[in-house]
């Protein structure tokens, strides 16, 4: 099931704990576009003829494209790509670029899902962000969309930071069951070391994140979400009866998917490739037909380390008979050693030849993985 990725590398402002790649300039806008088309076009052969069943536009900000750049856009995946008639198409959107012309827009494209980045839904918590809308921006979008029909809303959410009580953190979540939302993705706030934020912490501006507060806000998290019928199919990742995310999903499945766009990934199942962080070397390359990009080809060990990083983090777990399968008895021997104490401690669990982690484990997952690498 494949799919492809645009990264849409603009932003009105910075946000204080974001690493992804962003300009607040948006001189070469257009630029970018024409670049980004004539990407799409170089890579037609990327995924092997095989029909797009997923296209997400991420970023970055995407909703600040206009809908003259969108229509381009769209045209020219048709016109290189075969797209599966239900093919899930999602736009990522802040607050305050949604508006009644723009969701005419997005409609009219074949956008049939859009995640909208709330982040909370108290001022105080955006404004430590940085974030350009405030509460009732977030609470007023989010109506005007399903207004509009888009009833395949996912939104984002930030916790773990300073500013957030336990009480608001729980009211967050319970605004978002009360406008029934059908996917939440909640993430811990996390200090990423180029960032404004880490910079903040480093001069005693602000207070670095508090474990045992993110550790209880997970857990607040986890039950909620239990209570009001969501599933947490990945660790982030939370939504009612069978409405994942098909995109993200075939990430963790490690289907293939083409990335376009500057520091955009993609995956053909044999190797990994990125493109350019850098939105002038991105326009000025794509202008002479090539591509800026790195290669990486993927050795078994490599493989299985990034099996085990996806699957461990969805409720599909890690399939032994799979490493056995495609790793070889050495590999299925060495992660049964390596997972051994983590059973013992609490963390993971085995059940229908699948391993998985437990609640506790899931706060520990980055730690736990690494122990499990091949090196």
Request: proline fraction near 2%.
């Amino acid at each position: 099931m494949a799919g492809i990725y645009l990264h849409i590398p603009f932003c009105k402002q910075a946000c204080h704990y974001c690493d992804f790649h962003f300009s607040t300039s948006h001189k070469m806008k257009d630029d970018f576009v024409h670049a980004l088309i004539e990407e799409i076009k170089i890579q037609r052969d990327y995924l092997n003829g095989e029909p797009l069943h997923t296209i997400y536009f991420g970023g970055g900000t995407p909703s600040l494209l206009s809908k003259e750049n969108l229509v381009t856009i769209f045209e020219t995946i048709h016109a290189v790509f075969k797209v599966s008639s239900n093919a899930e198409i999602t736009l990522e959107a802040n607050p305050d670029d949604i508006n009644a012309i723009k969701l005419n827009d997005f409609k009219a494209l074949g956008i049939n899902r859009l995640s909208i980045g709330v982040q909370s839904f108290f001022d105080e918590d955006l404004k430590f962000m940085n974030r350009v809308h405030d509460a009732n921006m977030a609470i007023d979008c989010i109506k005007k969309a399903q207004d509009f029909g888009f009833e395949n809303l996912t939104i984002d959410l930030i916790y773990g930071t300073p500013t957030l009580s336990n009480l608001h953190w729980s009211r967050n979540l319970e605004m978002a069951f009360n406008m029934d939302i059908p996917h939440l993705s909640c993430y811990c706030l996390t200090v990423e070391q180029k960032t404004a934020l880490a910079n903040f912490i480093r001069k005693g501006k602000v207070a670095n994140v508090d474990e045992q507060r993110s550790s209880e806000h997970f857990e607040m998290m986890l039950h909620a979400m239990n209570d009001k019928g969501y599933e947490q199919y990945e660790i982030s990742n939370f939504c009612k009866q069978n409405r994942y995310s098909r995109h993200n999903t075939a990430y963790w499945m490690k289907e293939k998917y083409l990335g376009v766009g500057p520091s955009a990934h993609s995956y053909n199942g044999i190797s990994r490739q990125w493109n350019v962080s850098n939105n002038a070397k991105y326009i000025q390359s794509l202008a002479t037909g090539t591509i800026p990009f790195e290669l990486e080809t993927l050795s078994a060990n490599q493989q299985f380390n990034e099996y085990i990083m996806t699957a461990l983090r969805t409720k599909w777990g890690v399939d032994l008979a799979k490493i056995q399968d495609e790793f070889g008895l050495a590999c299925s021997n060495y992660l049964l050693n390596q997972i051994t104490e983590f059973i013992g401690r609490g963390l993971m669990f085995l059940a229908d030849d699948h391993l998985y982690l437990t609640n506790q484990g899931k706060l520990l997952a980055d730690d736990i993985t690494s122990e499990l690498f091949i090196i």
